[in-house]
């Protein structure tokens, strides 16, 4: 299958629905394998990669508004976000892995920016879970903004299996758990939709 590059140049080799999706596959297995890899370092070092943590408001933790999405505070932690982050990441990573690439560049740093200005005084926040609260609101929006039937269903899907867990991570009630960040990452990844919507393709019109 050939493309043509977005200056009409030469045609360029163009993926298969198989290639994307064992890319993806791939990438994603990659990613929490080293979130599982990071939290084995934490725990050999004595928790010293828990300091990556975003303490809100302090100007030197500004540093921490990535890293804080890759460390986790135990194994519990990263079992509870592997899947999602599994499932959700490789479904929007079928999309194109440059575009998958921007959207959690996007929800990463907005919501550990968040993090930094709303989080309650005296917490260390941390974890995958904004992330993967920013990609359900990017796969449950993006069909739509598209207009891509299988976007819309995909999105459905996705809110049918997480709908119920992410309005409970919502819940300002909750103990230990950073709603403020779920919050934030969810409307990064909604925004995400918006700003990364791939163009409609030009109609082929006979003359």
Request: aromatic fraction near 8%; include cysteine.
């Amino acid at each position: 299958m050939w493309g043509t590059d977005s200056r009409g140049g030469r045609a360029l080799p163009a993926w298969s629905r198989g290639e994307r999706a064992k890319a993806a596959a791939e990438l994603m297995a990659g990613w929490v394998a080293l979130l599982w890899l990071l939290e084995l370092v934490d725990v050999a070092s004595g928790h010293a990669l828990d300091g990556l943590g975003i303490e809100p408001r302090r100007v030197s933790e500004l540093v921490d508004v990535v890293p804080a999405s890759f460390v986790h505070f135990g194994f519990g932690h990263v079992a509870a976000n592997s899947v999602p982050l599994l499932v959700l990441g490789f479904l929007a990573a079928l999309g194109g892995i440059r575009r998958f690439a921007l959207v959690c560049a996007l929800i990463v740093v907005a919501d550990g920016l968040g993090v930094w200005l709303v989080a309650p005084a005296h917490t260390n926040t941390a974890g995958a879970s904004g992330l993967i609260f920013g990609l359900f609101g990017f796969l449950l929006v993006s069909g739509f903004t598209e207009r891509r039937p299988l976007g819309v269903v995909a999105g459905l899907l996705v809110a049918a299996v997480w709908g119920t867990s992410i309005l409970t991570g919502l819940a300002p009630t909750q103990t230990g758990v950073s709603w403020q960040g779920h919050l934030i990452g969810l409307v990064s990844g909604v925004a995400a939709a918006f700003v990364f919507r791939r163009p409609d393709r030009p109609r082929a019109v006979g003359m």
